[in-house]
């Protein structure tokens, strides 16, 4: 057989089993593009490092200010900016100029720049709208919108015009020589809880499947092959197999990651991450995936000593790539996940910054990308 092939082979590469013109054979776009391989390999063995600080909307906005170039509330903290930044594109799908957090999309896509030029790294999630309703995300008053949006429902051809808005965007993420930045995006997040309409009571197990299936097919076809994608519920499970109850599947996804919150004592925060981040571990291990706390926090952080006492303690013996805190509301004061100048926790922050294995963007700068 391999004689055989190697014959065929010679007589292709004389030109003598052509017939007329050569047939053209479209060339399909490799899987990943080359950068976002070298960043997910890169981010693979980055926790023999430490591990990164990330901040949502770090670079848009924060207590008290809005859209000035260069400001953030962590750098002017510490000195340095956070080695993750997420963005969210809710509202991308409307056509709208601005996000569900009135952030100009174009301010986004310069601060995604921004940020892989200063050696950072960068991840979307989607708070979109209900298709079926047109409420907002949080609209779970009916039960049938992810049926609705698969091949074949009433609201499909809505649905991928809104995708196709979000891979024109997602393609227009490139440096000035027109290299496509490698980001991550973590769409239907936190589905097993019930408070988006694409959560655990809202569709099946074999819809959410197929509701990541064909998102993640559409933006391939679209040639956004930059993105590389994070699965990550809440903490609802207790083992790996409720985790991967609904995991889409290795062959797209390449990070995976839990939110949770300090809402309720530091005791049962601290207990659900022991809990929690060994399952991931394991999973992680098991699937050759990347894993992080994609969310996290405690809103408005009222102990002074959090980052050091709390969050590092709880975290740093476990192999992710990073933890993210939620944003800083500059239109909800008591609204902020993160420290500002004067914030009690803001000294503290300083000495968890100058820990051992907390990464920040001058310390990744030269590792992510190369």
Request: with cysteine; aromatic share 14%.
């Amino acid at each position: 057989m391999r004689m055989k092939k190697l014959f065929i082979s010679s007589l292709l590469a004389m030109g003598l089993l052509s017939c007329g013109q050569p047939k053209q054979t479209e060339e399909k776009a490799p899987v990943k593009s080359p950068e976002a391989e070298a960043l997910l390999k890169n981010l693979k063995s980055l926790p023999e490092k430490g591990y990164m600080f990330g901040h949502h909307d770090d670079t848009n906005y924060g207590i008290c200010w809005e859209f000035e170039e260069g400001r953030s509330d962590v750098q002017s903290v510490c000195g340095d900016y956070p080695a993750v930044i997420s963005f969210d594109l809710g509202h991308i799908e409307l056509g709208h100029d601005v996000t569900l957090d009135k952030v100009p999309f174009d301010k986004v896509r310069q601060e995604t720049i921004n940020q892989y030029q200063r050696g950072g790294m960068v991840s979307f999630s989607w708070h979109l709208d209900n298709p079926l309703t047109n409420g907002d995300s949080w609209d779970v008053s009916d039960n049938t919108v992810v049926e609705s949006i698969l091949p074949g429902g009433a609201n499909h051809e809505k649905f991928m015009t809104w995708m196709d808005r979000l891979a024109t965007f997602m393609n227009s993420l490139q440096t000035a020589d027109g290299k496509k930045i490698p980001v991550f995006f973590r769409p239907w997040h936190e589905h097993t809880g019930s408070w988006f309409w694409w959560g655990q009571k809202l569709c099946t197990t074999e819809q959410y499947k197929a509701l990541w299936r064909m998102t993640y097919d559409y933006l391939q076809e679209k040639g956004a092959n930059h993105l590389l994608y994070a699965y990550s519920p809440g903490t609802e499970f207790n083992d790996s197999t409720s985790y991967l109850e609904r995991y889409p599947g290795d062959d797209i996804i390449d990070l995976i990651g839990f939110d949770t919150y300090q809402s309720q004592s530091k005791d049962f925060y601290l207990q659900t991450l022991a809990s929690r981040l060994p399952i991931l571990t394991e999973i992680g291990k098991a699937h050759n995936k990347v894993i992080a706390i994609t969310e996290t926090g405690y809103e408005g952080i009222p102990d002074a000593e959090w980052w050091t006492g709390t969050l590092a303690p709880a975290i740093q013996d476990f192999p992710i790539a990073y933890v993210l805190v939620w944003r800083n509301a500059r239109e909800r004061v008591t609204h902020h996940y993160a420290p500002y100048p004067g914030h009690p926790s803001a000294d503290d922050f300083v000495k968890f910054y100058n820990q051992e294995k907390t990464l920040f963007a001058k310390d990744v700068k030269e590792i992510l990308y190369r």
